[in-house]
């Protein structure tokens, strides 16, 4: 009975502003995953800093870009 009130009360707009906060919060946690294993493996094999720092950063940079995305299609949600 809860979730189909909480549902009613939820307007298509209300779910977008849900749905951008949603792809920020994962994208925080991605970032912050990525960024926790590259100074793990940086730290193992301080040799392949090179090797490891480079594809973190595009991945980085992708999430980053996916993310971006999903916020803003999200806002035009909001904004419609």
Do not use: Y
Request: charged share 10%; with cysteine; net charge neutral.
């Amino acid at each position: 009975m809860f979730t189909t009130i909480l549902l009613e009360a939820i307007s298509t707009q209300g779910a977008a502003a849900i749905g951008a906060g949603i792809v920020a919060i994962g994208a925080g946690l991605g970032l912050g995953k990525i960024g926790s294993s590259a100074m793990d493996a940086m730290a193992r094999q301080p040799e392949a800093i090179s090797k490891i720092q480079t594809p973190m950063i595009i991945i980085g940079a992708l999430v980053e870009g996916v993310s971006l995305i999903g916020v803003v299609a999200c806002l035009l949600g909001v904004l419609k």
